[in-house]
């Protein structure tokens, strides 16, 4: 009886090269559905955010603003609100907050994380 052995080579599977600088980025980016899609939203969202923003601090109605709401959906009433009195919806709102700018910060300015 004899015995075969049969290697099996291995066969790395096709990766994409890394992307080395913004010129390689903007070479191998093509306009999509996905590309449209984000620009729709980043124009109509901000657009949305903007306009009403302005248009209340224009006729005098700054409650009616984002942070307004957010304060008041926070309890905070008045400017002296001392950090002591916080509550952990205080922290989490404030920490989700800056974690997500940080990382739209090194992910869209300097590309890491990508």
């Known amino acids: 009886m004899t015995t075969t052995t049969s290697a099996v080579a291995y066969v790395p599977r ?3 090269p ?3 600088t913004y010129t390689d980025v903007a070479q191998q980016t093509t306009w999509n559905f996905a590309s449209h899609y ?3 939203w980043f124009i109509a969202s ?6 009403y923003e302005l248009y209340q601090l224009a006729i005098g109605h700054p ?4 942070s307004a709401q957010v304060w008041r959906m926070e ?3 008045n400017r002296n609100y001392p950090i002591a009195d916080w509550t952990a919806v205080h ?3 404030g920490g989700m907050f800056i974690l ?3 990382w739209l910060g090194g992910h869209f300015v300097f590309g890491v994380w990508r």
């Open 14 to 16: 096709t990766v994409r």
């Open 18 to 20: 890394p992307l080395h």
């Open 38 to 40: 984000w620009l729709v």
């Open 46 to 51: 901000f657009g949305a955010f903007l306009v």
């Open 63 to 66: 409650e009616n603003t984002l």
């Open 75 to 77: 309890g905070i009433l």
């Open 91 to 93: 922290f989490l709102l």
């Open 100 to 102: 997500t700018f940080l």
